[in-house]
């Protein structure tokens, strides 16, 4: 098997890309959202044109998994598993330069929601994939493709139910999936290929704090339990653990093109903590585009437009069709009426004044109605 030039994969992975984006799975962390059957069908379509298998996993109405194989030769060799999800957070497209799902071409680069989190990973793995069973690729272990739902909310109608229910399908001794194989670039000019061992997780807990009630003439005599809550979240934001510095910390620093201070301040236990605090941001590393007029939307993406979402990322507004697809449910309402919805999700409320009649947004990137004032009441009548 010959091994391709990059630049033949660069076509197909690009308008798969296009298309992935273009299909709008919006999960916002509600059962009826996402509609990832888009995704799926579309990446169904797209591997059976290389006569491969797929198989549809569908444990929620709309939230299709597809998983396609390539035998290997050996039944008892190690297999690998290409992981992709194809769904993405929700948007508010008035944070953006260009249109959230267009998949539009800029500069070399794709724009659009999903475009790094995770949907060209997906395309780029799904083109791979076909590649190699297109030459008739047969490797030792099992090779095994898996578009998955529901990444971005938890997982439930996706990776959970796979695991639970279907693990035959997408059992692997060895799993690619988002940020495999990042690499950074060293101060000599050597890439290494960083290893992620954790990430900072979730641990909810309930904490009930108790005061002594006093009358507002007696300030001084109560204990209010709310200054008590204060101080504890204060605490709990300033605690720092100790640092344990590894073999694998170790090596990342190494592999930084920063200045010496930098680095023996980051590979001392005492000092680590408050090097990184100090750190700047991430920054772009070049000015927002400037903002194109949009189009008129179309009646299966404006409901989505009406959904509040995090990020003022790229997009932009398209030249080429999408794939037909079916219109995406109505969006759930949020039944807590609270800007403290306790469903997990990555999405801030709104950063800037609504216009009127515009739905509220709460944490969970929900849909709320816009709140009415009561109704003025009649003046009353005081004669006699």
Not at 19 to 42: F, H
Not at 246 to 273: C, E, H, M
């Amino acid at each position: 098997m010959t091994t391709p030039e990059a630049g033949e994969l660069v076509g197909p992975t690009t308008e798969l890309l296009q298309s992935l984006i273009r299909n709008e799975c919006v999960n916002d962390g509600t059962p009826e959202s996402g509609y990832e059957t888009r995704n799926a069908d579309l990446l169904q379509t797209y591997l059976e044109g290389a006569g491969l298998d797929v198989a549809r996993f569908e444990k929620q109405e709309g939230r299709a998994s597809i998983v396609a194989r390539i035998e290997g030769s050996d039944p008892d060799a190690a297999s690998l598993c290409l992981m992709g999800h194809t769904d993405v957070v929700p948007v508010n497209p008035d944070g953006w330069s260009r249109e959230p799902f267009s998949g539009e071409v800029l500069d070399g680069e794709v724009w659009g929601r999903g475009a790094i989190d995770m949907l060209n990973i997906t395309a780029s793995m799904a083109v791979a994939f076909r590649r190699l069973a297109n030459e008739g690729f047969q490797p030792k272990g099992d090779l095994i493709y898996f578009g998955v739902a529901d990444e971005e909310a938890g997982g439930e109608w996706g990776a959970e139910f796979m695991v639970n229910e279907h693990w035959d399908a997408v059992g692997a001794d060895y799993v690619v999936t988002e940020l495999g194989g990042w690499s950074q670039v060293d101060g000599n000019g050597d890439r290494h290929i960083v290893i992620n061992v954790g990430e900072k997780g979730i641990a909810w807990t309930r904490l009930r704090v108790n005061g002594t009630p006093a009358h507002g003439s007696m300030p001084f005599g109560a204990d209010n339990a709310l200054i008590t809550a204060a101080e504890i979240v204060r605490r709990l934001a300033e605690f720092r653990p100790p640092a344990r510095l590894d073999d694998i910390w170790r090596g990342q620093v190494a592999s930084l093109d920063v200045p010496d201070n930098l680095r023996a301040a980051l590979l001392d236990p005492a000092t680590v903590w408050d090097t990184i605090a100090a750190l700047p941001p991430p920054r772009p590393e070049s000015p927002t585009p400037a903002r194109t007029p949009r189009s008129r939307p179309t009646s299966h993406t404006a409901a989505r437009r009406r959904t509040p979402s995090p990020t003022r990322s790229i997009s932009t507004s398209t030249s080429a069709s999408s794939p037909a697809t079916p219109s995406r449910p109505p969006a759930a309402i949020c039944r807590k009426r609270s800007a403290t919805c306790g469903t997990a999700s990555r999405s801030p409320s709104y950063s800037t004044p609504r216009p009127p009649g515009r739905p509220r947004a709460t944490r969970c990137g929900t849909r709320l109605p816009p709140r009415r004032r009561p109704p003025t009441p009649a003046p009353r009548c005081n004669r006699d």
